[in-house]
């Protein structure tokens, strides 16, 4: 779905093999693509290093709660590092993440309903401003 919004790139990550390899089958049965870039990374979600410019970041209850905490700290240490509009959304919202989320300094809750929620970068309205 995410490819019909044609985003200029999209980055799925899967910690297991048989996800991951599902994943490049889903890519490789699509019959058009809008967006120019899709892959799938098979690495741990620690491991992953965002990168520079605007993302949307979308979790469909990925995690347990101390590694979504990790993910989300170093979210937060990538734009301390390099101030930049993100949104993270969070689909099947599990409750106990709403903690977690609304603890996270750089992020501000934008929008919630039934089973998602939706969270932008605190510098974002600088951002918005300075542009």
């Known amino acids: 779905m995410a490819a019909d919004l044609q985003f200029k790139s999209l ?32 690495i741990n979600a620690l491991d992953y290093e965002y990168p520079d410019g605007n993302l ?23 734009l301390a ?7 993270v959304v969070f689909a099947m919202f599990v409750p106990e993440f709403k903690h977690k989320a609304d603890t996270m300094p750089f992020l501000s809750p934008e929008e919630a309903g039934h089973g998602y929620r939706v969270y932008r970068s605190r510098n974002s309205a600088r951002l918005a401003v300075a542009s």
């Open 11 to 42: 980055i799925g990550i899967e910690l297991r093999k048989e996800l991951h390899d599902k994943a490049l089958q889903n890519f490789n049965n699509r019959r058009k693509v809008r967006s120019s870039r899709i892959e799938s990374l098979n």
């Open 56 to 78: 949307v970041l979308y979790f469909s209850n990925p995690f347990g709660e101390q590694v979504l905490r990790s993910v989300l700290d170093n979210l937060g240490q990538s």
């Open 81 to 87: 590092s390099n101030p930049r509009d993100v949104i």
